[in-house]
């Protein structure tokens, strides 16, 4: 497969993983703990489990999998909110597949549907704006979910349905930013990260510049990656060698896709729609300022927050879930202590279970569980 | 009440397109029904078992001596949305499935059952092209379809149309198969292609508005595996790999013969189209279902007779080496990814759904 198949290069590999062996080394020789660099995406988590890259690199660089899954990430409830939507009657709830799954405190998406809700998976808010075209007697609610990635599509959909005057559709709105979301991290105590790769579908859109102060204020080196196996890898060395010579900038190894200064016309819809939250509740993670974009009032009749009564009730996460302590790096998905017991992929306890994106199903999926016996010895 | 005494009338009850159209009536019991059976299923599967339309079909014991010394008998429901997709139906489906499920046993495919259940509104013409193509995949499966039943029930009761078949087949002697009999160093073959049915059906349903070519490869394995089981008798396991696709199957071996299983992600046959398919949805090819395709664990010393013995069959071109039995990390099933690194295949805890972004 073309654009595909050459991002796969195992020998291009071979020759990255040497460099990166000899780096690590060069960076070792003046400490005395692991290179910590954690990958922000879920779609480099994805990866790097798919192509077994963590087992590819040396003992001493530690990949700590981000909050970058944007199904993960949901809190309770909010799938709440999404399953009461559902459940109103002469509604279809449409929405993205992965998102059916995640347990709500009552009853995932998937539940609902199993109980009469018409809930239905979509590929493109399109597709749903198209639901709300051939069903005029039904209010079609969208699930807008995701980082920038996913906003103009959603934007661009709001926008196309108040030029159509398509007065049965909305939004719910639970689109989140990344910028934030890293500050967060960079200032959670105990922080031990050394370096990020940077999202780089978010970055097709926001561009590179807004990760300055990565490396200005915090002086940590990020990499805005690509997500073919090569493109990791390249980016890991990228990071490591930032390290070596004691640089912190901000580095575009995706330049094929993301452009340095972003996408005007996607940043446009954007704001033409939406406009920050003062602040938004992240499943792991408790409330981040200005995480979260919510409708603008000009758009207010397609915000399905202020079309419908929606319960907004909080809901803690559960007790013995540390979902938390993995998206900040603190533990390892492995460390957590209902990893594969009280939560796995088919009864998730916590979101990270959720979501192939999602480090603690990536690992329990894709993970070598004999290697993480033996860290658990070494431990 | 022999079938050829009976004069098919031709059907009534137009529908608004004037298309005639299945009623509750066709499923009364009455003459309605009798005339539905007639004009479609009798006329399809033609053969004298089923033509005296009794309330079973009967054979001498004699009959299925010749072929072996065990009955394998075996069922399956069809459901599948679309009826209609590249590369087949729900009848062909429907045969080929249960012939499958038969021969993968070291069965000689002989009779299949089909029950059938349609939601009131359906076309006749749909019914019969159904039926036609039963009749196709049972005549090239060397299978007789010899007894029947139809239900019609009422407009939302059932989606269109569901087919039960079951099936009665011979198993030679000495054929000797099971998913606790893989053994440390036996190689695992696969006879081509996979994915192809899963992600035509997925495409088939028009929701990814993605434009691909993809055929089901839907087909009965009988002839491919008789072949097979002459060429290499000593055959340890055979499993058509449906749903849940090769990582399901081969998880089931690693279990069963408490052995480890090691796969070459480069030695495994997936088409451009279904590979650039799962790319762009974030479905991974080892899990989609197949309907012409086999796992095969062979001892190591037979593995080439095996693959030269696929290879030969026109349902066999693309077949493949595609991993071998471990005796270490028992009960797991891990793959040396194109990229060189290694990772493990577990079985889905539910179905496939497309990542977000």
């Given amino acids: ?379 | 009440m022999s079938g050829a005494g009976v004069k098919v009338a031709p059907m009534s009850v137009p529908g608004p397109t004037g298309a005639p159209k299945i009623t509750l009536a066709h499923g009364g019991g009455g003459k309605a029904m009798r005339e539905l059976i007639d004009h479609v299923f009798v006329r399809a599967f033609d053969n004298a078992y089923l033509a005296d339309l009794d309330d079973q079909a009967r054979f001498a014991l004699a009959g299925f001596g010749e072929h072996g010394d065990r009955l394998a008998f075996t069922t399956d429901s069809y459901v599948v949305d679309p009826l209609f997709f590249p590369g087949g139906n729900i009848g062909k489906l429907a045969v080929c499935g249960t012939v499958n499920d038969l021969a993968v046993g070291g069965a000689r495919p002989l009779y299949l059952s089909c029950g059938v259940i349609v939601e009131e509104g359906v076309e006749i013409e749909l019914l019969s092209r159904v039926a036609e193509s039963m009749a196709a995949a049972a005549a090239e499966a060397e299978v007789l379809v010899v007894t029947g039943d139809t239900k019609v029930v009422h407009r939302g009761a059932c989606d269109k149309l569901f087919i039960n078949t079951a099936g009665i087949g011979v198993i030679r002697e000495g054929i000797e198969l099971g998913a606790n009999r893989a053994r440390s160093g036996d190689k695992i073959l696969i006879n081509g292609w996979l994915g192809d049915h899963g992600a035509a059906i997925l495409d088939a349903r028009g929701e990814l508005a993605l434009d691909t070519e993809i055929e089901s490869d839907c087909a009965p394995l009988g002839g491919l595996i008789a072949a097979l089981l002459t060429a290499c008798p000593d055959i340890r396991f055979i499993r058509d790999a449906t749903r849940g696709g090769i990582a399901t199957v081969l998880n089931e071996i690693a279990s069963a013969s408490g052995v480890g299983v090691e796969l070459v992600e480069d030695a495994i046959p997936i088409r451009e189209e279904v590979r650039g398919f799962c790319e762009i949805l974030g479905l991974d090819p080892l899990y989609l279902a197949n309907e012409g395709k086999i796992v095969c664990v062979v001892p190591r010393s037979r593995a080439e007779a095996a693959l030269a013995s696929m290879k030969n069959h026109p349902l066999g071109r693309a077949a493949s080496i595609i991993g071998a039995v471990a005796a270490e990390k028992p009960g797991r099933v891990a793959m040396r990814t194109v990229f060189g690194g290694r990772r493990l295949i577990d079985m889905l805890s539910g179905e496939q759904l497309p990542r977000i972004c």
């Avoid at chain 1, 910590?36 to 988590?45: F, L, N, P, W």
């Avoid at chain 1, 007065?167 to 979301?181: D, Q, V």
């Avoid at chain 1, 990071?239 to 575009?252: L, T, Y």
Wanted: proline share 6%; net charge negative; glycine share 8%.
């Fill in chain 1, 1 to 379: 497969m073309r654009y595909v198949d050459e991002f796969r290069d195992p020998a291009k590999a071979k020759f990255l993983l040497k460099e990166i062996d000899s780096l690590t080394r060069r960076v070792m020789a003046g400490r005395d703990r692991p290179v910590s660099i954690m990958e922000v995406c879920g779609g480099h988590t994805h990866s790097i489990f798919r192509y077994g890259i963590e087992k590819m690199l040396p003992a001493d660089i530690e990949l700590v999998h981000g909050p970058g899954c944007p199904v993960c990430v949901l809190p309770m409830g909010r799938v709440d909110d999404c399953v009461a939507l559902a459940e109103m009657p002469d509604a279809i709830f449409a929405t993205f597949g992965d998102a059916m799954r995640v347990p709500g405190s009552r009853k995932s998406l998937l539940g609902a549907k199993a109980d009469g809700a018409d809930v239905r998976m979509v590929y493109s808010p399109l597709d749903a704006l198209q639901l709300a075209r051939e069903n005029p007697r039904k209010e079609v609610v969208f699930f807008g979910l995701g980082f920038e990635t996913t906003m103009p599509s959603t934007a661009l959909t709001v926008i196309q349905a108040a030029v159509e005057e398509i007065i049965n559709f909305s939004l719910f709105c639970n689109h989140i930013t990344i910028i934030p979301t890293i500050k967060a991290i960079l200032d959670s105590p105990g922080m031990q990260l050394d370096g990020f790769l940077g999202p780089g579908h978010v970055s097709m859109v926001i561009g590179v510049a807004p990760y300055d102060f990565i490396a200005e204020a915090y002086g940590k080196p990020l990499v805005v990656a690509g997500f073919e196996p090569l493109d990791v890898l390249h980016s890991i060395w990228m990071v490591i060698r930032q390290i070596a010579e004691g640089r912190s900038e901000v580095e575009n190894q995706y330049r094929r896709i993301a452009p340095q200064e972003g996408n005007a016309k996607s940043l446009a819809a954007v704001a033409e729609v939406f406009e920050l939250r003062e602040f938004f509740e992240w499943r792991g993670l408790g409330s981040i300022d200005h995480s979260g974009v919510r409708i603008r009032d000009a758009y207010a009749a397609y915000d399905a927050e202020r079309k419908f009564p929606v319960p907004a009730v909080r809901i803690a996460d559960p007790k013995s879930c540390q979902c938390g302590e993995v998206l900040k790096g603190v533990i390892k998905p492995w460390q957590c202590k209902v990893f594969g017991k009280a939560c796995k992929p088919e009864t998730p306890l916590g979101a990270l279970m959720v979501s192939s994106e999602g480090a603690c199903a990536a690992w329990y999926q894709y993970g070598d569980l004999d290697s993480v016996a033996r860290k658990v010895e070494v431990t």
